[in-house]
């Protein structure tokens, strides 16, 4: 038995409404072959990955997420937070390739797959494999204990029952069945570790079901990640401290519809704020006779991210344009003679920061 959906009261239908209408609104921008729509899917995969890990304590500037997505990762980062960066990086990227999909169905070998991504292949993590112990969920704060998973012996029938329950019908909506999957999954905690994680993308995967703007810009990790203690209150508020199939989830389906209606609007300010970066930088390029393959690399550097040659390599090949490393230097100095970058450092430590010609369409 897993915790039921509630009957949706009015004010929730309400709530559904105007989600789908903001959807709606946005779904046309956001699906467009554009050049710059790749830049924005990268970063919305970026905030989804930066704040969802942020949750779990791998904190990393926005900066340093987007390097990691493009096999970039600093130097100094370290090797715990890029391997939770790089988990659910390589599990979101999975998941929007197969849950689209109109044949796709949850099934186990799917969820530890993806759990085997999160925990960064760890062969040594219990990856991959329902616990085998009892667990229980410490505030690291406090030291409290808030929650107790499901017993062992009971997790293959729960999980058989998820299964059943959360694999994708059409005559389902599939934002409820998300938020109701996320909340049961996180309750029965059916690994050592890698849950809360697994419960995020888990909900992506069963948002990608319906005919909407893709799961990155429907996630709300972003959300999360800024009212982490609200998302924790109210899993405990609604948990009771240990796993119980009857607990009324009404109160997470509020806090979860609020969620995607306030991720929405983000959605919306990002893709605005982008539009006119590449909009203003794109005709500044232009004005110059310079090429325009280099304006996602200016756009990536005014969004306050990182840039070195080796990165500008990549969001060109990002956007379908591969260049070496002769041509990039090439391109650098043309961007820095003409105050579009600012170089900083020397040698192998050269990045490079965005110019007066480009910081001034901002000020």
Same mark, same amino acid.
């Given at each position: 038995m897993l915790v039921a959906t509630p009957s949706l009261t009015r004010a929730q239908l309400l709530m559904l409404e105007d989600i789908w209408l903001l959807q709606a609104e946005l779904a046309p921008s956001l699906n467009e072959p554009k050049i710059w729509t790749g830049t924005l899917r990268r970063q919305a995969l970026a905030r989804v990955v930066r704040f969802s890990a942020g949750i779990e304590g791998y904190e990393a500037t926005s900066s340093v997420v987007n390097s990691v997505l493009l096999n970039q990762g600093p130097a100094d980062l370290s090797d715990e937070t890029l391997v939770a960066l790089s988990g659910y990086r390589d599990a979101m990227s999975f998941l929007l390739r197969v849950a689209a999909a109109p044949d796709f169905k949850i099934e186990q070998n799917y969820l530890n797959a993806i759990h085997f991504m999160i925990l960064g292949g760890q062969a040594s993590s219990d990856s991959a494999s329902l616990r085998e112990k009892d667990i229980s969920v410490v505030d690291q704060r406090?030291?409290?204990?808030?929650?107790?998973?499901?017993?062992?012996? %009971?997790?293959?029938?729960?999980?058989? %029952?998820?299964?059943?329950?959360?694999?994708?019908?059409?005559?389902?909506?599939?934002?409820?069945?998300?938020?109701?999957?996320?909340?049961?999954?996180?309750?029965? +905690?059916?690994?050592?570790?890698?849950?809360?994680?697994?419960?995020?993308?888990?909900?992506?995967?069963?948002?990608?079901?319906?005919?909407?703007?893709?799961?990155?810009?429907?996630?709300?990790?972003?959300?999360?990640?800024?009212?982490?203690?609200?998302?924790?209150?109210?899993?405990?508020?609604?948990?009771?401290?240990?796993?119980?199939?009857?607990?009324?989830?009404?109160?997470?389906?509020?806090?979860?519809?609020?969620?995607?209606?306030?991720?929405?609007?983000?959605?919306?300010? +990002?893709?605005?704020?982008l539009t006119k970066k590449w909009v203003l930088i794109s005709k500044l390029v232009e004005s110059l006779g310079i090429n325009e393959r280099c304006v996602p690399a200016l756009v990536h550097a005014q969004s306050q991210n990182r840039l070195t040659n080796s990165i500008y390599r990549q969001l060109l090949l990002e956007a379908g344009d591969r260049v070496g490393l002769l041509t990039a230097s090439r391109d650098l100095a043309l961007l820095c003679e003409n105050q579009l970058l600012e170089p900083i450092g020397e040698n192998n430590a050269r990045s490079y920061r965005p110019g007066q010609a480009v910081t001034g369409l901002f000020s």
């Open positions: 406090s030291g409290l204990r808030v929650h107790q998973g499901a017993e062992p012996a %009971e997790l293959p029938k729960l999980m058989g %029952e998820f299964i059943k329950r959360y694999s994708p019908r059409p005559d389902r909506i599939a934002i409820i069945d998300a938020a109701m999957a996320h909340l049961n999954l996180l309750l029965i +905690h059916p690994y050592s570790d890698g849950n809360g994680r697994l419960a995020r993308v888990l909900q992506s995967s069963l948002l990608a079901q319906e005919e909407k703007p893709s799961p990155l810009f429907l996630s709300v990790e972003e959300y999360l990640g800024m009212n982490t203690d609200a998302y924790y209150r109210v899993l405990a508020g609604v948990g009771q401290g240990q796993w119980n199939p009857k607990v009324d989830a009404s109160p997470w389906l509020n806090f979860m519809l609020s969620a995607h209606l306030e991720q929405l609007h983000f959605v919306k300010q +990002h893709s605005a704020d």
